[in-house]
């Protein structure tokens, strides 16, 4: 199968748009299995989980975060990941530094998902930590939170089943200054036609699991 790598996160202009609150599903529709190879302390990264988890709850899908090994030696330890993820599992490796200019074609590519070209349900996003350090610009606290955005936009493509970025909200790309202020103030979301459209992929994923 071929493979298209949805490059994301550069500097541009978006209006933000915020997706409607649904109800809270008792289980979750969906695992996500992180890979922390960038080293992400765990305070960020359960801020950055936090945040994530928020942006996708907005949409009407409720996200269980799995942490997975980053070496061998590790594996026994983490026995939840011992099985391949099926289709509502969904695996996140937050990468370190910056997307390497030689797989992506630009410098200031923050992530990527996988989509299958010939259609099917992608099932891996990379994300680069040195992407949420220049959207905090030093401050620490807003590491995770930018992180957390990051990682939901990535996600949101492999729910959405799609490379193509939207007009306005959290898959818009590029981003620029306001779009930042938005995503520490928790205000860049999904919009509505992205929250249905998750959910109806959600669903066609649990006719296939």
């Known amino acids: 199968m071929n493979w298209v790598f949805r490059n994301c996160w550069t500097v541009g202009f978006l209006l933000a748009t915020n997706a409607p609150s649904a109800e809270q599903p008792v289980h979750p529709d969906i695992t996500v299995w992180i890979y ?80 299958p070209e010939g259609g099917g349900f992608g099932t891996y996003a990379d994300v680069y930590a040195g992407g949420a350090d220049l959207l905090a610009n030093g401050g620490e606290s807003l590491r995770g939170v930018m992180l957390g955005h990051l990682m939901a936009h990535e996600l949101g493509h492999l729910l959405l089943g799609t490379s193509k970025h939207s007009a306005a909200g959290i898959m818009r790309s590029p981003w620029s200054g306001l779009e930042t202020e938005r995503a520490a103030q928790g205000r860049l979301l999904f919009n509505r036609a992205e929250a249905e459209s998750m959910r109806t992929n959600l669903a066609a994923r649990l006719r296939h699991q």
């Open 36 to 115: 922390n190879y960038a080293g992400i302390d765990g305070e960020a990264l359960a801020r950055a989980k936090e945040a994530a988890g928020r942006i996708l709850s907005r949409a009407g899908t409720e996200a269980e975060w799995v942490d997975c090994p980053v070496m061998a030696s590790e594996v026994d330890k983490y026995p939840d990941c011992v099985r391949l993820p099926q289709f509502l599992g969904l695996v996140l490796r937050l990468r370190p530094g910056s997307a390497p200019k030689s797989l992506v074609g630009r410098s200031t590519v923050f992530g990527y998902a996988l989509i």
